[in-house]
């Protein structure tokens, strides 16, 4: 205050008119999500979701014979999560796989423009480093003894990971068969030559202390193409999503199955490897058998 006081006066006392810079950016403009699910005569419920906040928005329009939705007034420059419930029960829901800080990324590359600095440096996300993330969670001991990784996401510098983990083993003050059971997004960055996971920042979407037999009938996969992004304008893409005969098991959690499942992640943002006439020993990836991700701070 004394500082900012001390300005004024300086400013009035010489002559000189004191400017604040102008904001970054303008405030987001309101938009819509628009697209149609279908067969819609699977579909008993729809709503959207933001992850940042936990808010929770009803459709302004679902028309029950075409499938055709619509979201009106959802705040701009922000991602949301379109999720259904079908009339079985099974539940599928878009996963907004983006970094925790995505609107201050973006923020901070208009400042960087404004400024004439260069954009921030790239990398590339190589096979070893999604071993390297993978094997981090494989290695991981905590309270919770089953893990399994269902989406990995990554730029090179920045990873996001949807995280099935459970407690299936005895507990203190567990009732009957009880289980815990999250699925939770972690964030890790690539500093200093390596991968670390971000402390204190993980969401959880989903937290169930529950009866085995009351988990073994939930169905539960997300999949990214029913995540939207609004923009600062207010401008998204339309989304046309087709409910699948069958789910993946890849995708999440379906009924009727054990705790321990053997599917593969889905690994997205995977740079191409580059082909070379005469391979050479320095492209053979690393064999280590232990995870060099260095745990939270």
Known sequence: MRIAFTILLIGSITGFE????????????????????????????IY???????KRYSPTRFDRKSGKFRFDNLPGDASYDIAIITNKGERIEGIDLSWFEARLMRLAKIRRKQLGLPPEP????????????????KDLEDFMDTRRVIYLKSDGTRATMLV???RTKPFHSQKGDEIIWRMELWYFRFRYGGWERVANVHRVLERQRISRSRWQKITLVYYP???????????????????????????????????????????????????TAHPTKSSKPRTSTTSSVQPCR
């Open 18 to 45: 004191i400017q604040e810079d102008k904001p970054v950016a303008t405030k987001p403009a309101t938009g819509a999500i628009t697209g149609r699910i279908t067969p819609v005569n699977r579909v008993a419920q």
């Open 122 to 137: 790239k990398r590339k996300f190589t096979r070893t480093d999604a071993d390297e993330l993978l094997r981090y969670v």
């Open 48 to 54: 959207a979701i933001s992850r940042v906040t936990g």
């Open 164 to 166: 099935e983990v459970m």
């Open 225 to 275: 193409e029913l995540s939207v992004y609004i923009d600062q304008n207010g401008n998204s893409k339309a989304v046309n999503f087709i409910i699948p005969d069958r789910f993946d098991p890849a995708r999440g959690r379906l009924a009727g199955t054990k705790p321990t499942q053997k599917t593969k992640p889905i690994i997205i943002g995977l740079a191409q490897p580059e082909t």
